[in-house]
């Protein structure tokens, strides 16, 4: 076999543990129905926080570890697409954001006069904010670097990829509830605007847990990212207009010079859920080993480098 360990999906948490692997000296090969620039991760706005994702303790864990990683990427902003950011989270308190709230350094409340019109808490933090098309490119160059490929591949089942390598790690996101087949993995539709900045310096979200609308602003160097939503068990991909103009009536009333702004792009991407992430080890019949990582909802960037870092010591046993 030319290689040891074929990752199924090229998104960021398939190249993330495809990247972590390679590193420690697996032969690596990305098995992707498409190429990275056309996964739900190149369609995401791109900010580090654990959002509808399942279980709450791992996921925190996950989030921290991959945290640390993006922190040191931070430093190179140019080459990896991530820096971090000040920013603002409107409607809760550090306490009620979960254990992993205490170990994000600078995180603290927000002050009154730090909150828009209309919110009376919120959590003032220094996060990274990653631009996506950037980042997804310098993944592949790091996994080049350390060996590994990339080749656009569909499959219909893990046998295919397992015939291939004694090791397959299956990060194929909405896709795994045709491959394992999974039928919890299900899409909530995420829609959102890109927009001409018209002078955002910092990142606003609000609490939207359960809501099918929800409301983020994240200034990128291509433009400010405005969202958005969150509807569950949607398969549709056609952007709507009336949602565009919704988003941008929301995210005007905090930032009115949001209103004005030019209209950049509009994207649709589907966000893999499941009732809990699947991060396991198993045996198919044929005998190969299948690492399970997807589920991860609204926050596959978020604990990219945490669930890699898992998968890679699943992985070897």
Known sequence: ?????????????????????????????????????????????????????EP????????????????????RPAETGVRMAEGTHAGRTPDELGPWAARVAGLRAAGAGE???????????????????????????????????????????????AAAARTVVNCSGLGARDLVP?????????????????????WFTVVAEGRADTLYVLPQPYGVVLGGTAREHVWDRTPSPCTAQAIIGRCSR?????????????????????????????????????VHNYGHGGAGITVSWGCALDVADLAEG
């Open 1 to 53: 076999m030319a290689s040891d360990v074929i990752v199924v999906g090229a998104g960021v948490t398939g190249l993330t543990s495809a990247i972590v692997l390679a590193e420690r000296g697996r032969a690596v090969e990305v098995w992707t129905r498409s190429p990275s620039s056309r996964t739900t991760s190149a369609v995401a706005g791109g900010l580090w926080w654990p959002y509808r994702i």
């Open 115 to 161: 909150l828009p019109r209309g919110y009376d808490r919120g959590v003032r933090a220094r996060v990274p904010l990653l631009d996506m098309a950037t980042h997804l490119a310098y993944l592949q160059r790091r996994l080049a670097a350390a060996g590994g490929t990339v080749a656009v591949r569909p499959l219909s089942s893990l046998a295919q990829a």
């Open 182 to 202: 999974d039928p919890a993995v299900h899409p909530v539709r995420g829609e959102l605007v890109v927009v001409e900045d018209p002078g955002i310096e910092e």
């Open 56 to 75: 709450l303790e791992a996921a925190g864990r996950w989030a921290l570890r991959s945290l640390a990683v993006m922190a040191g990427l931070a430093g």
């Open 254 to 290: 905090v930032f009115p010079r949001l209103g004005q702004a030019r209209v950049l792009a509009h994207r649709v991407g589907l966000r893999p859920a499941r009732p809990r992430v699947r991060l396991e080890a198993e045996r198919l019949p044929c005998g190969a080993r299948v």
